[in-house]
T-cell receptor, first 111, second 113 residues
Framework: AQSVTQPDIHITVSEGASLELRCNYS??????LFWYVQSPGQGLQLLLK??????LVQGIKGFEAEFKRSQSSFNLRKPSVHWSDAAEYFC?????????FGTGTSLTVIP | EAQVTQNPRYLITVTGKKLTVTCSQN?????MSWYRQDPGLGLRQIYY???????DKGDVPEGYKVSRKEKRNFPLILESPSPNQTSLYFC????????????FGPGTRLLVL
């Protein structure tokens, strides 16, 4: 079955520190992968997506993600976290016409 | 302004009372989808539609119906709601071309008593 795994339920980082959120997907053909952010009480906003080409993808708000086929991973990174980055982050995969989301990682940023 | 709208935003109902949550998009998108979000489970796709009169089941379609009679609208119907359908529901839309970049609505919080 298609699946997306986010191993970390909750992460706390200090403002200004670097961030990496993990995402693993189940094996399949070239995956279409996404990262979304959900601020409290809000809908989801697309941060970035990968479907082919360069395995390092740049997104909005200073985020980037790297696709590693050998590890079936698509980890999200940011070099310096801001307090406004506190939110829930979801990794997702498109398989055919159907989307599969991970269970999310909640990010807390401490001053 | 390009947007996906959902109504109502909040709804409290009782078991068995039919309800409809509307979803509308103004971007002429072919693809539309419904999700439910539950703590610890992330988002799960209920139904999706590739275009008018074309709908398919997602991961959790039981207890839900959808219709796509017009391109802009994709209502979610709960014929006989049950408490386990208490959840936060999101509608999303995207163009069918290329990789589907979805635009999400603001969500509908449903409580079934």
């Amino acid at each position: 079955a298609q699946s997306v795994t986010q191993p970390d339920i909750h992460i706390t980082v200090s403002e200004g520190a670097s961030l990496e959120l993990r995402c693993n997907y189940s094996y399949g053909a070239t995956p279409y992968l996404f990262w979304y952010v959900q601020s409290p009480g809000q809908g989801l906003q697309l941060l970035l997506k990968y479907f082919s080409g360069d395995t390092l993808v740049q997104g909005i708000k200073g985020f980037e993600a790297e696709f590693k086929r050998s590890q079936s991973s698509f980890n999200l990174r940011k070099p310096s976290v801001h307090w406004s980055d506190a939110a829930e982050y979801f990794c997702a995969r498109l398989a055919g016409n159907q989307f599969y989301f991970g269970t999310g990682t909640s990010l807390t940023v401490i001053p | 302004e390009a947007q996906v709208t959902q109504n109502p935003r909040y709804l409290i109902t009782v078991t068995g009372k039919k309800l409809t949550v509307t979803c509308s998009q103004n971007m002429n998108h072919e693809y539309m989808s419904w999700y439910r979000q539950d703590p610890g489970l992330g988002l799960r796709q209920i139904y999706y539609s590739m275009n008018v009169e074309v709908t398919d089941k997602g991961d959790v379609p039981e207890g839900y119906k959808v219709s796509r009679k017009e391109k802009r609208n994709f209502p979610l119907i709960l014929e006989s709601p049950s408490p386990n359908q208490t959840s936060l529901y999101f509608c999303a839309s995207s163009s069918a071309e290329g990789v589907k970049t979805q635009y999400f609505g603001p969500g509908t919080r449903l409580l079934v008593l």
